[in-house]
């Protein structure tokens, strides 16, 4: 099969029960809002950190969602695929396509648990945090080096 079998897109069936933040996900698509050209779909934006989506484990970003509770999403405006998902309940059936790579049964990155991916943010907050501490050094020794001079 020479590795044909990954690129056939994995439909599954996932359920999730509301949470205090909804579903834990936004989305994107639509008729009026196409997210990938030429098709009119809903797939997922953002998983939302400690969400029902997010702790069940298996939705991923990027996925499509093809169905919610049998209704299928297929020619919807964003807004109405929005409505669909207010008006779910609380125990949701979503009818997904998974993204290509995805695998349901292992990491999504080939990276080991132990090596997690630095953040934009904590990479930002340590350059700051460097660069202030280079700034203090060099204002320390500038003015112990002037104390150090002959006076003239």
């Known amino acids: 099969m ?7 897109p994995t439909v599954v069936d996932i ?10 996900f936004n989305i994107v698509g639509g008729l009026d809002q196409q997210y990938v050209l030429n098709d009119s779909g809903i797939y ?3 998983i939302k950190e400690n969400g029902a989506a997010a702790l069940d484990g298996r939705l991923q ?3 499509k969602i093809l169905a919610i509770n049998g209704k299928r999403l ?4 964003h807004s109405a695929a929005v409505e669909l998902f207010r008006s779910a309940g609380e125990d949701v059936l979503l009818r997904v396509q998974q ?3 995805h695998h349901q049964n292992g990491p999504v990155s080939s990276r080991p648990e132990s090596e997690a991916p630095v953040s934009s943010f904590g990479l930002l907050l340590g350059l700051t945090v460097a660069a202030a501490a280079i700034t203090v050094a060099v204002l320390c020794f500038r ?3 002037v104390g150090l001079r002959k006076p003239t």
Do not use: C, I
Not at 2 to 8: E, F, K, L, Q, R
């Open 99 to 101: 993204r290509p790579g």
């Open 15 to 24: 359920q999730l029960k509301r949470g205090p933040a909804g579903l834990g």
């Open 74 to 77: 297929e020619n919807l405006s």
């Open 143 to 145: 003015r112990f080096s």
């Open 2 to 8: 020479n590795g044909s079998v990954h690129s056939m």
């Open 61 to 63: 970003e990027g996925d």
């Open 44 to 46: 997922v934006a953002k």
